[in-house]
């Protein structure tokens, strides 16, 4: 007889209650026992897995889960009173601050409100910081915070050149308590299964880390899985596999031992480009994959330490079952792959919001059609901005998280401006979109970190936030300003006119990056295009990606008329190309391939000849 889900929750817990009624004995130990019920009934269910590693599962769910709804409960208070909660953030950071240096130079132990902050501290930016963070890195202390830093964090570099921020423990708390706990308990509600005692596929790599010259690490603010050994029990991924930090080599283990898994419930990463091309990667070495499956071995051909490759193969298994299973279904094809490999995952989990919405669709389309997706943060290395409530939706709207950071806005037609009016949450407007300033845990104040957000709502006095473009990422070679969102948009209108493309990737370049490589006199922009089932475009064709873009940006129109910008570019490239973009840009900076996000537009030479060099 088949049995839901449900059954596998309600039966311990009916179980529990009988006992309360019968024994009268503690709430706490029959909680446990509930728990080692509910363990021991999916140990009946699911072959492999010991009883601590489901007991371990259960305990480490419930306690996130308990942890999740208080704070939704905390945050939906806050929500109601936006201006109090905002203030407290802010003189928080401030009183926690004000012993040191730059505390002692802007006199943060004077300042009690809001206005008086703003009055007395200007909007910055990273230059204004940066003699600060040089002085952390060589050890000194109290400089811009009080403590000593976790970690020297290094940001994505999305809009140019990586920099370095500070991290403490503050920030990390901040976002596991109102960010993790608070999405997961989202996720709870809007898709139930996902409680189920399934291991879950997280696609993490581990990054190079360096220390400066006080010793403090140097890398990408974002923990590893292997940081804690119960959180290895939620993973098919087994620990050793984070000692390899060749990133093909941790991607097909990654792959292995999630394709073991037939009971496998959830795909999870940072982004979802990780995830679209460890598919990639799926579609081109499963046959390797499959025969190391069946024959329990790891494939040769990776570069492993012996004693990593000793202590993984201690774990694989002859399974000719499951690799017949395998193999049949890639013989059909990749498109719904994963359910197909896996009939009972419930979620991607992932951030497919900005410059990762592209990725977040293809795998919708093709490999992942069918599969849930939820989009649950909107961080940056600055710190937790936003959550995402509303699971089920389809567009990616984010609640500001108030006790995160204090954050102010300006106004998206004052950019401009060298010292611009900055409003308060409960100021803003629905429909408006404005830059983010932020007062974070971690020494930054009224920073702006880049974002454009579009307010599309409010949860009580709390703004709900779509995120738009970054600033550093506009095309503007005549003060057009093409953002992101609508460039993407004609690419896609235009790609729907080319018969038989599927759009994989793209990058834009501004022709004066180019010199004299760029081939018309006029500024223009050069598009480099990776596309599936298409190999050449007519200059007919090539136009009608123009004839698009003219069509959303009437400023953008108004110089192709006058000749001021010349006639958009269209190149293809070779299949794989932006994949070896991505490993080069991460080769040649402080970026991990974990919080790596695609430039759309280049601002570097060399990276633009790199893709040249891969035209069709």
């Excluded at 550093?472 to 006119?497: H, I, P, T």
């Excluded at 008329?561 to 991505?582: A, Y």
Aim: net charge positive; with cysteine; hydrophobic share 40%.
């Amino acid at each position: 007889m088949m049995l839901t889900h449900g059954f596998w929750i309600i039966l311990p817990i009916c179980i529990a209650l009988l006992a309360v009624t019968v024994t009268r004995a503690p709430a706490g130990l029959l909680l446990l026992l509930c728990l080692c019920i509910m363990a021991l009934l999916w140990k009946i269910k699911i072959k492999n897995r010991s009883l601590l590693s489901l007991l371990t599962q259960c305990v480490a769910m419930k306690s996130v889960g308990w942890l999740g709804n208080r704070q939704r409960n905390r945050l939906e208070k806050d929500t109601q009173e936006i201006h109090r909660v905002q203030e407290e953030t802010l003189l928080k950071r401030l009183r926690k601050h004000s012993d040191t240096v730059y505390g002692k130079l802007y006199e943060f132990s004077s300042i009690k409100d809001t206005e008086t902050f703003k009055h007395r501290h200007p909007v910055t930016n990273y230059d204004h910081y940066e003699k600060f963070v040089d002085r952390v890195a060589k050890g000194e202390q109290k400089v811009l915070i009080s403590e000593n830093p976790l970690i020297l964090a290094m940001t994505s570099g999305t809009s140019g050149s990586s920099r370095m921020l500070l991290s403490t423990k503050d920030t990390n708390t901040d976002f596991f308590l109102q960010g993790v706990t608070v999405c997961l308990d989202a996720m709870r509600r809007a898709f139930p299964a996902t409680e189920c005692l399934q291991k879950t596929l997280k696609l993490f790599y581990s990054p190079l880390i360096r220390q400066s010259e006080a010793g403090i690490p140097i890398g990408p603010n974002s923990s590893t899985p292997a940081s804690s050994r119960y959180m290895l029990y939620l993973y098919t991924t087994p620990a050793l596999v984070y000692q390899v930090l060749n990133e093909r080599d941790a991607l097909y283990l990654h792959l292995l031992f999630g394709l073991k898994d037939r009971n496998l419930g959830m795909l999870e990463s940072n982004f979802c480009s990780t995830i679209f091309y460890a598919f990639r990667a799926l579609e081109e070495h499963w046959r390797d994959l499959v025969m190391d499956v069946e024959v329990g071995m790891i494939s040769s051909a990776l570069n492993l330490k012996a004693d990593v490759r000793c202590g993984l193969e201690k774990l694989m298994k002859p399974d000719p079952e499951r690799a017949a299973e395998l193999t049949a279904q890639f013989e059909e094809g990749f498109e719904r792959i994963a359910l197909r490999l896996w009939p009972q995952l419930h979620l991607v989990l992932a951030v497919d919001s900005g410059s990762n919405q592209i990725y977040g669709e293809m795998l919708r389309q093709h490999y992942c059609k069918d599969v849930p997706f939820y989009s649950p943060f909107y961080a940056a290395t600055e710190g937790l901005i936003g959550v995402n409530l509303w699971p089920l939706q389809e567009s990616r709207q984010y609640l500001l998280c108030p006790r995160s950071m204090f954050c102010e806005f300006i106004p998206e037609e004052d950019l401009e401006s060298e010292q611009p009016k900055t409003l308060l949450m409960e100021q803003l407007k629905e429909g408006h979109s404005y830059e983010l300033l932020v007062t974070n845990a971690s020494g930054l104040f009224r920073y702006p970190i880049g974002d454009i957000v579009k307010v599309v709502g409010f949860h009580n006095q709390c703004p709900k936030v779509e995120f738009q473009y970054r600033r550093g990422q506009m095309l503007n070679v005549r003060g057009e300003k093409v953002s992101e969102l609508l460039f993407l948009g004609a690419l896609k209108r235009a790609v729907m006119q080319w018969p038989g493309a599927r759009l994989i990737d793209y990058s834009c370049v501004e022709s004066g990056i180019l010199g004299n490589a760029s081939g018309i006199a006029q500024p223009h922009y050069l598009v480099f295009v990776e596309l599936k089932g298409l190999r050449n475009l007519s200059e007919e064709q090539r136009y009608k990606l123009d004839q698009s873009l003219q069509e959303d940006s009437s400023i953008y129109k108004s110089y192709r008329i006058k000749g001021s910008i010349g006639p958009m570019r269209v190149q293809l490239v070779r299949n794989g190309s932006f994949e070896e973009l991505k490993d080069h840009m991460v080769a040649f900076s402080s970026v991990s391939s974990s919080t790596f996000k695609m430039q759309r537009v280049i601002r570097r030479k060399e990276f633009a000849d790199f893709l040249l060099q891969r035209a069709l």
